[in-house]
């Protein structure tokens, strides 16, 4: 009953955006002169980027990216701020990479140098994303850390210099080594979107949140706009974490069905991801859209900074002047906070069921 609802609404979501929409795929591009694209000047270093497949490069001479403060705050939520530039730890269990068992890399979240292959994740019971080994041992280097006390080898991206977590030798009664990651840190990028050559200048790589009704067509909507790296659902703006489908489905969480959107703002802006979401759902239902009832399906924009908020209530504004709808405007703004990435039976789940190639036409 579920997918034949949202079938027809992706359906008519796809029709209104047929307009707009210029179905391409982002060029091959070179990770090597992306990366030479990136903070010219600095000092130089040798690391490795992911080909299509996954696997490193060889190795390439990058400059170190090096940011003021200010523009780090500016690029990164609070919570990836705190943790990547301000050695913060996540709570334990709280990061919402922990439980992601999908093939790809685990990304700098600052800087986008591929840090870990899913291949080396595994599950530590520590609560902490951990890792057997580096993507590439030259990407990552580490530090003496005697902050608690007592010695500890910090690890940090050699790009960027951003915290990650720490790395453990012989932990946990074994021989291996085991990487303890913030998952604030990272960014996880599926091998899907590294088969698709969908590679960018990291420099302008941006994180938008929408949430606008049932996230499988909300996602299908924004995941072939040129520009857009990656989408992914997941639940967000609730109180508890780690929520499940069934729990946040239940409306006892608070969460909202979103979806994250990673796009290279030289191509696509947040004001063309902004008209994509207003023109493709209802935004003066409250609590519901369309047959789907319930907070989780509520219309909100959660913004990743300063600009995109102002750009949000600038639109909103603009529409509520303009007399777009009959009714008030209800869709919420707020900061972006933890991103549950949803179940994987869920992402990308209209194209899986061949119901998004088949309605464009
Ligand atoms: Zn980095």
Redesign the pocket.
Known sequence: MRLSKATRVGVAALAAFSALAVYVRLTSADPAADAAAVGGGAAALSVRFADKVGAPTDAVHVPK?VKSDAEWRAQLTAEQYEI?RGKGTERAFCGGLLKTKEAGIY???????P?FSSDAKFDSGTGWPSFSQAFAAENITEHADWSLGMPRTEIL??????HLGHVFKGALGTRRLRYCLNSAAMRFVPLTTLAAGETADVAQIRTATFAAGCFWHVEEVFRHLPGVLSTQVGYTGGATKDPTYEAVSSHVTGHAEAVEVTYDSSRVGYDDLLKVFWENHDPTTGDRQGADVGANYRSAIFFHDPQQKAAALAAMKQLEDAGAYDDPITTQIAAAGTFWRAEEYHQQYLEKQGGASCTTN
């Open positions: 990216v990547a990304s700098c979240v600052s800087c986008g140098l840090l991206c050699a790009r960027c210099d951003a």
